[in-house]
């Protein structure tokens, strides 16, 4: 059973960090690019990052450049969203993706060719 697990959610204050982490079972990372979408409440899904089947391509959202930094580890087959400077308007639920995008590509953050979602995690950043 090939699945998506994320963790590392929780409640942060405004400028702090915190990292989630996107577990896959069942295929290997290096197989699909792994993306990152968020939804808030009453508002739209939206991708945040991305990175390649390669590993070479990484790409995110203008509102997150420079604060968040996607990577990952395929020994522990696990996607990793590191996310600083921390915004209230960065709450939502963070969700990971598998999508089938071609390995040597640039990453494209869309909701299309979805292999496997997560469950989401929810992040929260209040004072």
């Known amino acids: 059973q090939s699945q998506l697990v994320e963790s590392g959610g929780g409640l942060v204050q405004p400028g702090g960090s915190l990292r989630l982490s996107c577990l896959a079972s069942?295929?290997?990372?290096?197989?699909?690019?792994i993306a990152w979408f968020r939804q808030a409440p009453g508002k739209e899904r939206e991708g945040v990052a991305c990175?390649?089947?390669?590993?070479?391509?990484?790409n995110y959202r203008d509102s997150v450049k420079g604060r968040f930094t996607t990577s990952r580890d395929t020994a522990k087959n696990t996607v990793y969203l590191e996310m600083n400077r921390l915004k209230p308007e960065d709450t939502a639920v963070y969700y990971c993706?598998?999508?089938?995008?071609?390995?040597?590509?640039?990453?494209?953050?869309?909701?299309?060719?979805?292999?496997?979602w997560g469950q989401g995690t929810q992040v929260t950043v209040a004072s």
């Open positions: 993706a598998a999508l089938i995008q071609h390995v040597h590509r640039e990453c494209v953050i869309v909701p299309k060719g979805v292999r496997n």
């Open positions: 069942g295929f290997t990372v290096d197989a699909y690019t």
């Open positions: 990175i390649s089947a390669s590993g070479g391509s990484t």
